[in-house]
T-cell receptor
Framework: SQKIEQNSEALNIQEGKTATLTCNYT??????LQWYRQDPGRGPVFLLL?????KEKRKERLKVTFDTTLKQSLFHITASQPADSATYLC????????????FGKGNQVVVIP | GAVVSQHPSWVICKSGTSVKIECRSL??????MFWYRQFPKQSLMLMAT?????????EQGVEKDKFLINHASLTLSTLTVTSAHPEDSSFYIC??????????????FGPGTRLTVL
């Protein structure tokens, strides 16, 4: 089965700087990859989807890259704000479909004012 | 945007009792809903796929007789935890996939239900 790895250590970053998170996956080549935000005690909220033929995707201060050779996606938050503090989850479709998603453990971001 | 609600948001019950959790898509139809469980500091683990009008598909290791799923309409799926035990205490989250077919499987998540079994 596919394996999704995200850094377990929280990322502490100064307000205004760029936060960069990494998602690595193994065992197969997904057609797309998604990023979600999750706040404590809440369900995930969809942020961005990037397809296998796209190198980069942007949405406001968010940027996602997708390197299918490295089997890696990078998630950037530029000009970070304290309100960006949350856990960010990487998700991939299951290898054998049926619209299921597999999630990484998530990477916590703490933006320090 | 698409909204998914869950009820209740939290529940405390005694060991041995059953608890029902509802998941509703408020402004769209969802032929498929998903139920996840999340333990602290862990990823979302898919429990089952709920299909409107048919039996749910359970993931390996999930007891279908313990976690009963009913998807009675295009906007409602329920998860019943039967004979709950303390080890069932967790955060249960549902998601829905819009029937009209947004490309590439964007799922809309509910706010989650915190279950505590005493």
């Amino acid at each position: 089965s596919q394996k999704i790895e995200q850094n377990s250590e929280a990322l502490n970053i100064q307000e205004g700087k760029t936060a960069t998170l990494t998602c690595n996956y193994t065992n197969y080549s997904p057609a797309y990859l998604q990023w979600y935000r999750q706040d404590p005690g809440r369900g995930p909220v969809f942020l961005l989807l990037i397809r296998e033929n796209e190198k980069e995707k942007r949405k406001e201060r968010l940027k996602v890259t997708f390197d299918t050779t490295l089997k890696q996606s990078l998630f950037h938050i530029t000009a970070s704000q304290p309100a960006d503090s949350a856990t960010y989850l990487c998700a991939l479709p299951w290898r054998y479909g049926n619209n299921r998603l597999a999630f990484g453990k998530g990477n916590q971001v703490v933006v320090i004012p | 945007g698409a909204v998914v609600s869950q009820h209740p948001s939290w529940v405390i019950c005694k060991s041995g009792t059953s608890v029902k959790i509802e998941c509703r898509s408020l402004d769209f139809q969802a032929t498929t809903m998903f139920w996840y469980r999340q333990f602290p500091k862990q990823s979302l683990m898919l429990m089952a796929t709920s299909n409107e009008g048919s039996k749910a598909t359970y993931e390996q290791g999930v007891e279908k007789d313990k976690f009963l799923i009913n998807h009675a309409s295009l906007t409602l799926s329920t998860l019943t935890v039967t004979s709950a035990h303390p080890e069932d205490s967790s955060f249960y989250i549902c998601s829905a996939r819009e029937t009209s077919g947004r490309a590439y499987n964007e799922q809309f998540f509910g706010p989650g239900t915190r279950l505590t079994v005493l």
